[in-house]
């Protein structure tokens, strides 16, 4: 019987192991393959022991282990796609029509026999060669010859004889540090060269700037967010403290206590905000309705409200005093609130869209400067604290507002009371130098614009002006108070005038505003407006009525007047008009398709 060592036959029925055969591989699988095969066709047979007899595609053959190595005798075809009809075929042999290579090692004093196919790589002689000489894979070796000289490991190595013995030598730790050495220097070299050719020094400089450029770009923009999520929770913490308030009511208290005759207290300070000095491209901007309000803070804000009041000469005209207007614009921004709508943004809004329209309809030319210092106050203060409730609310809810102004206008009056009980003030009064008479003159006009945004005034408004407008007459009191008052409420709700990109924000937060009364009077058992309730209104919806049938009307017919309007207020009106039907066409369309699709999975239910 043929036995094989166990090392063989550990190697043998080891998965994915490869023995080589000169420079072919015969895996572990096909000799798996073979050896069953051979298992199979075993005979009882006197041959020397380690030579084991088969029959092969019907011809004799034989499998020997001897010294050198495993071997077949064979007079067959291939065995296994393998080997070739040769007299003896050696494991390392790669074709009959090439003879192999024999070379004799001196192994621990033994003569070790190497034979391997002339196509075998250095590599793979010098795994033959560890293998053969015990010395673990992958260690680097030398070869040399019995007089030390040493011998290339490669297939063109000159063959010896068992007299003349070659010795595998594993190479020391310092050997390969020399090399190891030279190489490093070599590559430290050509990292130079490569370094000073593509100027890299530079280049990781220019990098690394530009890194910290977008470092610190990430950090102020990481800082804005948690300004973001702060106000979002102060919201959310304000929501819940007007829910859990008794009774169930938002009292909407003002900021001052008009019964016990306190003040605010006037800021003495010097202002803390600086005087930023607007570049000429700022300066242009501000000029026009494309005028982007969201990239201002509130502090540049401030300061651009201050230099509107020098370059129209109101600063002159009413001999202001210059620490004066400051305060009293630090009093304004004090007293809008933190609502998503109605706030001190909004505020700036309206006093820029005022700021705009008078140069654009050249105003200049056709009221005085009393007039657009009335308008430019008047936008200023139109919604000074603003509690975030319309109207409605506090008349139905008969909150402290409806109840002191009888139902008329609560939040017009309020902003009207809260802007004069600054003025009072000798520290904020901007008007403090100009005559009482002219003074009470101002403060009535004054009062009658910021009334006039009360919408439920506008269609009274608007036809009182689409009488005049035909033969209006700049010289008439009467036609250009009327004219003021249309103008302020162009500027209240002009934001659909400006590019959708600016526009379209302040939809998010008028709706957020709305929703939050509307919870509100849900909550109550108030009546609640459609276009406020978050089940119903969507924003193309609440967009495109408002925009037809209330902004292009008055705007058209301001147009009348000031015809230079249309290009660059009017066709935007329209132009937003169609981009939000264009919104509920598509809404509409996947409401439909969603509305189908529940439907067919209805029928297909009860059909089941």
Not at 182 to 190: A, D, G, I, Y
Request: hydrophobic fraction near 35%; charged fraction near 25%; include cysteine.
């Amino acid at each position: 019987m043929f036995h094989l060592s166990s090392r063989v036959a550990e190697e043998l029925g080891s998965p994915g192991s490869n023995w080589t055969l000169g420079s072919r591989i015969i895996t572990s699988v096909c000799i798996q393959h073979m050896f069953l095969f051979i298992c199979k066709r075993v005979e009882t047979s006197s041959s020397a022991p380690g030579t084991l007899p088969f029959i092969s595609t019907g011809k004799a053959a034989s499998l020997t282990l001897g010294s050198s190595g495993l071997s077949i005798r064979a007079s067959s075809q291939n065995l296994c796609g393998c080997l070739r009809e040769e007299k003896e075929v050696n494991m390392g042999s790669s074709s009959s029509s090439y003879a192999p290579k024999t070379i004799y090692l001196d192994v621990d004093g033994k003569v070790q026999k190497v034979v391997f196919s002339r196509h075998c790589s250095p590599c793979d002689i010098k795994e033959l060669l560890c293998s053969s000489s015990h010395i673990p894979r992958n260690t680097a070796i030398m070869m040399v010859d019995p007089e030390g000289a040493l011998v290339s490991i490669d297939p063109t190595m000159p063959t010896n004889s068992p007299n003349f013995l070659y010795k595998v030598v594993p190479l020391s730790t310092g050997q390969l540090g020399e090399k190891e050495d030279m190489f490093q220097n070599v590559l430290s070299q050509v990292a130079d060269q490569f370094s000073r050719a593509f100027r890299i020094n530079e280049l990781k400089t220019e990098v690394t700037n530009r890194l910290a450029m977008l470092e610190k770009r990430v950090e102020l923009e990481g800082l804005k967010v948690v300004e973001i999520e702060k106000c979002k929770n102060d919201l959310k913490k304000l929501r819940d403290e007007m829910t859990s308030r008794g009774g169930g009511r938002v009292n909407c208290p003002c900021k001052y206590n008009f019964d016990d005759g306190k003040k605010v207290t006037p800021r003495r300070d010097v202002p803390n905000y600086p005087k930023y000095t607007l570049s000429q491209e700022t300066v242009e901007a501000l000029k026009k309705p494309t005028f982007d309000v969201w990239h201002w803070e509130h502090n540049e804000m401030l300061s651009c409200l201050e230099y509107m009041y020098h370059d129209l000469g109101l600063v002159k005209e009413f001999n202001m005093n210059p620490i004066t207007l400051k305060r009293w614009l630090l009093a304004i921004q004090e007293n809008y609130r933190s609502n998503p709508f109605h706030n001190f943004r909004h505020c700036f809004c309206v006093s820029q869209m005022m700021y705009g329209m008078i140069h654009l309809c050249n105003l200049q030319e056709k009221l005085t400067l009393t007039d657009m210092g009335i308008l430019m106050t008047a936008a200023v203060c139109h919604d000074l604290d603003h509690p975030g409730y319309n109207n409605t609310y506090q008349i139905n809810a008969h909150t402290e507002l409806a109840v002191r102004y009888n139902d008329i206008s609560p939040l017009e009056n309020h902003h009207c009371a809260v802007a004069f009980q600054i003025l009072s003030l000798p520290e904020c009064n901007i008007f403090a130098n100009v005559d009482p008479e002219a003074f009470k003159q101002i403060r009535q006009t004054i009062i009658t614009l910021i009334l006039a945004t009360d919408m439920a005034r506008h269609g009274e408004i608007l036809d009182s002006f689409k009488q005049k407008v035909d033969n209006f007459d700049f010289t008439n009191e009467e036609h250009v108070t009327c004219l003021k008052m249309v103008l302020i409420k162009c500027c209240d709700i002009s934001n659909e005038v400006r590019p959708t990109e600016v526009a379209e924000p302040w939809v998010d937060c008028l709706l957020e505003e709305y929703f939050m009364q509307s919870d509100r009077e849900k909550s109550e058992g108030l009546p609640v407006a459609p276009f406020m309730d978050r089940d119903k209104v969507t924003k193309p919806t609440a967009q495109i009525g408002f925009i037809k049938f209330v902004l292009i009307p008055m705007f058209e017919t301001v147009m009348k007047l000031f015809p230079q309007i249309e290009e660059i207020m009017v066709q935007p009106l329209r132009d937003s008009r169609d981009h939000y039907e264009e919104l509920k066409q598509i809404d509409d369309a996947m409401t439909e398709a969603q509305k189908k699709k529940t439907e067919n999975m209805s029928l297909g239910g009860k059909k089941k």
